[in-house]
C-alpha cells in the first residue's frame, strides 16, 4: 500500500475562517510534508517532519502552522489566509529521510476568497 | 528550481518515443528523481537513479550521467494518457544541508 490521503479533496475559505488540512498515511513512513504547488510551478516545500518532530520550517508565514498527531498523521491549520494562498497544497511521506522516495497525497484545492 | 533545467514544453504524436531532459548541479549531487504529475493532481513518482546508466521499467526508462550532470526520461510507445507535466528533482547533500531541489516541469502533450 502506498497510498497517502487527504481531506478535503476542496476547500473555500474567507479571510477571516480556521479551518484545517489533513493527511494520513498507513505505510509505516517517519518523514511527512506538507507543499504549497501553484499552477505550472513545482512543489514548493513548506514544513518537514520526522519522527513526529518538526524538522524544516522553510519560512512559512504563521497563518500556517503544521501539527504531527502521531506518525501516521499530519495537519496543517490555516488562519487568517489570504487570496494569494489560494493553490493546491499536498502532503508527502517518504519512508526515512526527507530526500527518500516521496509518496504524494491527492491533495487538496484551497481557495481563500 | 535553483540549478536544475528541463524544457518546459514538449509535444509528441501518439505511438512515437520522447525523451525529456534534466541538467543539474553536479556538487552535492547524491540521486535523480523522476515524477509524473497530470492537471490537478499530485505528483507520482516514475524512477531514482544514483549511479550511472539506463533504468528501465515497462514504456519509461530513465538514464544518468553523473559526470555530465545530465539525466534523461524516456518515454516509448507513447499514449493519450502520457501527457502531463514530469518533474525532475536532485537530492543534494552538499554539507550538510540536505534538500531536495525540483525542476520547474516539462508539459508534455500528447497528439493523436
Given at each position: 500500500?502506498?497510498?497517502?490521503?487527504?481531506?478535503p479533496?476542496?476547500?473555500?475559505?474567507?479571510?477571516?475562517?480556521?479551518?484545517?488540512?489533513?493527511?494520513?498515511?498507513?505505510?509505516?513512513?517517519?518523514?511527512?510534508y506538507?507543499?504549497?504547488?501553484?499552477?505550472?510551478?513545482?512543489?514548493?516545500?513548506?514544513?518537514?517532519?520526522?519522527y513526529?518532530?518538526?524538522?524544516?520550517?522553510?519560512?512559512?508565514?504563521?497563518?500556517?502552522?503544521?501539527?504531527?498527531?502521531?506518525?501516521?498523521?499530519?495537519?496543517?491549520?490555516?488562519?487568517?489566509?489570504?487570496?494569494?494562498?489560494?493553490?493546491?497544497?499536498?502532503?508527502?511521506?517518504s519512508?526515512?529521510?526527507?530526500?527518500?522516495?516521496?509518496?504524494?497525497?491527492?491533495?487538496?484545492?484551497?481557495?481563500?476568497? | 528550481?535553483q540549478?536544475?533545467?528541463?524544457?518546459?514544453?514538449?509535444?509528441?504524436t501518439?505511438?512515437?518515443?520522447?525523451?525529456?531532459?534534466?541538467?543539474?548541479?553536479?556538487?552535492?549531487f547524491?540521486?535523480?528523481?523522476?515524477?509524473?504529475?497530470?492537471?490537478?493532481?499530485?505528483?507520482?513518482?516514475l524512477?531514482?537513479?544514483?549511479?550511472?546508466?539506463?533504468?528501465e521499467?515497462?514504456?519509461?526508462?530513465?538514464?544518468?550521467?553523473?559526470s555530465?550532470?545530465?539525466?534523461?526520461?524516456?518515454?516509448?510507445?507513447?499514449?493519450?494518457?502520457?501527457?502531463?507535466?514530469?518533474?525532475?528533482?536532485?537530492?543534494?547533500?552538499?554539507?550538510?544541508?540536505?534538500?531536495?531541489?525540483?525542476?520547474?516541469?516539462?508539459?508534455?502533450?500528447?497528439?493523436?
Amino acid at each position: 500500500d502506498t497510498e497517502v490521503t487527504q481531506t478535503p479533496k476542496h476547500l473555500v475559505m474567507g479571510m477571516t475562517n480556521k479551518k484545517s488540512l489533513k493527511c494520513e498515511q498507513h505505510m509505516g513512513h517517519r518523514a511527512m510534508y506538507w507543499y504549497k504547488q501553484k499552477a505550472k510551478k513545482p512543489p514548493e516545500l513548506m514544513f518537514v517532519y520526522s519522527y513526529e518532530k518538526l524538522s524544516i520550517n522553510e519560512s512559512v508565514p504563521s497563518r500556517f502552522s503544521p501539527e504531527c498527531p502521531n506518525s501516521s498523521l499530519l495537519n496543517l491549520h490555516l488562519h487568517a489566509l489570504q487570496p494569494e494562498d489560494s493553490a493546491l497544497y499536498l502532503c508527502a511521506s517518504s519512508q526515512g529521510d526527507w530526500t527518500d522516495t516521496q509518496y504524494f497525497g491527492p491533495g487538496t484545492r484551497l481557495t481563500v476568497l | 528550481g535553483q540549478n536544475i533545467d528541463q524544457p518546459t514544453e514538449m509535444t509528441a504524436t501518439e505511438g512515437a518515443i520522447v525523451q525529456i531532459n534534466c541538467t543539474y548541479q553536479t556538487s552535492g549531487f547524491n540521486g535523480l528523481f523522476w515524477y509524473q504529475q497530470h492537471a490537478g493532481e499530485a505528483p507520482t513518482f516514475l524512477s531514482y537513479n544514483v549511479l550511472d546508466g539506463l533504468e528501465e521499467k515497462g514504456r519509461f526508462s530513465s538514464f544518468l550521467s553523473r559526470s555530465k550532470g545530465y539525466s534523461y526520461l524516456l518515454l516509448k510507445e507513447l499514449q493519450m494518457k502520457d501527457s502531463a507535466s514530469y518533474l525532475c528533482a536532485e537530492r543534494d547533500e552538499a554539507g550538510n544541508n540536505r534538500k531536495l531541489i525540483w525542476g520547474l516541469g516539462t508539459s508534455l502533450a500528447v497528439n493523436p
